[in-house]
């Protein structure tokens, strides 16, 4: 078993930044690969970003390329996630999860989920 909590999110006007941690207990945290969704409102669950163990591979979906960072610190059981230049339609709750692998994009491939964080960005 893996427990994860997200901590960081909150409201932010757009063009402004937040980063969101994802603290993780149980099962040896580096074993896993590491992702975050979100999901706003009457929407599927989204893909945001994933990195792999070691932390030296990462993916990121479209709709924030460029703007989202996701890093990892095994020593600390942390995943987080760095937004920045924030958009209102970036209002989502967020979640992390934890893989042991398999289509990264998807949340069948995640094993375990946190409770989520609400992003709200106003405009």
């Known amino acids: 078993q893996v427990q994860l909590v997200e901590s960081g999110g909150g409201l932010v006007q757009a063009g402004g930044s937040l980063r969101l941690s994802c603290a993780a207990s149980g099962r040896t945290f580096s074993s896993f690969v590491m992702g975050w969704f979100r999901q706003a409102p009457g929407k599927e669950r989204e893909f945001v970003a994933a990195i792999g163990w070691s932390g030296g591979t990462t993916y990121s979906g479209d709709s924030v390329k460029g703007r989202f960072t996701i890093s990892r610190d095994n020593a600390r059981n942390t995943v987080f996630l760095q937004m920045n230049s924030l958009k209102p339609e970036d209002t989502a709750v967020y979640y992390c999860?934890?893989?042991?692998?398999?289509?990264?994009?998807?949340?069948?491939?995640?094993?375990?989920w946190g409770q989520g964080t609400q992003v709200t960005v106003s405009s």
């Open positions: 999860a934890a893989s042991n692998g398999g289509n990264l994009l998807r949340p069948r491939a995640y094993d375990y």
